[in-house]
């Protein structure tokens, strides 16, 4: 489960909320948008997680909402867990990449059926460790966790002591990283970078001067276009394996992910809820747009553009009809 409250920008503390809409900024951390679960209103409030990916399906979900269907959008940042929470109150309509929270769809989906399921997003994720391709390359058996321990010296830093190095993303990201090093009885220390671009640069500056890292990572990711990394191979994932986090032993799972609506907005939504479910593209498609917002420096806004301009056939089947 990446129930990671992750990464690629920074989260907001505690679980507080922040609106991110074109009227600009306000501390959102009383309420949320007031037009969320406006019934009868033109307006949709979409969460944005912290990640990268997540806010290119955002993007291109607003600008789409605004452009071909006259919707106003607020945008509301938020830690993954507390969105659920928030989704079930109606204080955001909608969360438009989950990568996996059993106990929240057991607790709002199954039991109080305050959210629904919107689909699948088009795009499978999985969570794992890699290291530089350059230096499995040259240690092609780093690529086993068995053999990690050979390596530890090798990805020591200052900041993980007299043990190697796991470089994870924020504290706030929910990972079975620490749980896995005592486990498997790795002599290693997880150390957090503090938010998925601060884990962007260490890795930037890792790979310009050729140093071996061992890094938490995940697909899909626009990184990889620019830092090759080779997977190293955890326990193989089986159903229930990570049923105790404290216990867990074995590799994250391969997770299609979700979206999930608030289950008035669902029925009362009217439009807006019939293209969000409708949305749906590819992992090339993803990273087309992640690439242009964290690597190129566009606004969300302007990288949402330059791909729609370019895709019509694709997001033309996402309109109602």
Same mark, same amino acid.
């Not at 990711?221 to 326990?235: A, D, G, I, S, Y």
């Given at each position: 489960?990446?129930?990671?409250?992750?990464?690629?920008?920074?989260?907001?503390?505690?679980?507080?909320?922040?609106?991110?809409?074109?009227?600009?900024?306000? %501390?959102?951390?009383?309420?949320?948008?007031?037009?969320?679960?406006? @019934?009868?209103?033109?307006?949709?409030?979409?969460?944005?997680? &912290?990640?990268?990916?997540? /806010?290119?399906?955002?993007?291109?979900?607003?600008?789409?909402?605004?452009?071909?269907?006259?919707?106003?959008?607020?945008?509301?940042? #938020?830690?993954?867990? $507390?969105?659920? %929470?928030?989704?079930? /109150?109606?204080?955001?309509?909608?969360?438009?990449?989950?990568?996996?929270?059993?106990?929240?769809?057991?607790?709002?989906?199954?039991?109080?059926?305050? #959210?629904?399921?919107?689909?699948?997003?088009?795009?499978?994720?999985?969570?794992?460790?890699?290291? +530089?391709?350059?230096?499995?390359?040259?240690? $092609?058996?780093?690529?086993?966790?068995?053999?990690?321990?050979?390596?530890?010296? /090798?990805?020591?830093?200052?900041?993980?002591?007299?043990?190697?190095?796991?470089?994870?993303?924020? +504290?706030?990201?929910?990972?079975?990283?620490?749980?896995?090093?005592?486990?498997?009885?790795?002599?290693?220390?997880?150390?957090?970078?503090? &938010? @998925?671009?601060?884990?962007?640069?260490? #890795?930037?500056?890792?790979?310009? /001067?050729?140093?071996?890292?061992?890094?938490?990572?995940?697909?899909?990711?626009?990184?990889?276009?620019?830092?090759?990394?080779?997977?190293?191979?955890? $326990?193989?994932?089986?159903?229930?394996?990570?049923? %105790? +986090?404290?216990?867990?032993?074995?590799?994250?799972?391969?997770? +299609?992910?979700?979206?999930?609506?608030?289950?008035?907005?669902?029925?009362?939504?009217? @439009? !807006? !809820?019939?293209?969000?479910?409708?949305?749906?593209?590819?992992?090339? %498609?993803?990273?087309?747009?992640?690439?242009?917002?964290?690597?190129?420096?566009? &606004?969300?806004?302007?990288?949402?553009?330059?791909? #729609?301009?370019?895709?019509?056939?694709?997001?033309?089947?996402?309109?109602?009809?």
């Amino acid at each position: 489960m990446r129930t990671r409250t992750r990464v690629m920008s920074a989260v907001t503390a505690g679980g507080a909320l922040l609106a991110l809409s074109g009227c600009g900024a306000a %501390d959102m951390t009383k309420q949320a948008s007031p037009y969320a679960n406006a @019934e009868g209103a033109k307006t949709v409030t979409l969460s944005v997680q &912290s990640w990268v990916g997540a /806010q290119a399906d955002v993007a291109v979900a607003e600008y789409l909402l605004k452009n071909e269907l006259g919707y106003r959008v607020d945008k509301v940042q #938020i830690d993954e867990v $507390p969105a659920w %929470d928030a989704l079930s /109150q109606g204080r955001v309509d909608a969360i438009l990449e989950d990568w996996g929270h059993p106990e929240q769809e057991q607790r709002y989906v199954k039991d109080k059926k305050t #959210i629904v399921r919107g689909g699948d997003v088009g795009v499978t994720g999985h969570i794992g460790w890699y290291v +530089p391709t350059y230096f499995a390359k040259k240690h $092609p058996d780093v690529t086993d966790w068995k053999n990690l321990n050979k390596y530890a010296d /090798q990805f020591k830093t200052s900041e993980s002591g007299s043990k190697g190095q796991l470089m994870d993303g924020s +504290p706030s990201y929910v990972t079975n990283d620490k749980a896995l090093v005592k486990n498997l009885g790795l002599d290693y220390e997880v150390v957090f970078a503090g &938010s @998925e671009a601060a884990q962007i640069t260490q #890795i930037e500056q890792f790979a310009k /001067q050729k140093k071996p890292f061992l890094t938490y990572w995940y697909k899909p990711q626009w990184l990889f276009e620019k830092v090759p990394m080779t997977e190293v191979k955890l $326990p193989v994932y089986k159903e229930g394996c990570d049923a %105790d +986090p404290a216990k867990i032993k074995c590799a994250y799972p391969h997770t +299609p992910l979700q979206k999930y609506f608030n289950a008035d907005f669902a029925k009362k939504g009217g @439009e !807006a !809820a019939e293209f969000l479910k409708n949305f749906r593209w590819s992992e090339e %498609d993803q990273n087309e747009v992640s690439l242009m917002i964290a690597d190129k420096k566009m &606004s969300p806004d302007a990288a949402a553009k330059s791909w #729609i301009k370019k895709n019509e056939s694709t997001w033309r089947a996402w309109l109602p009809e």
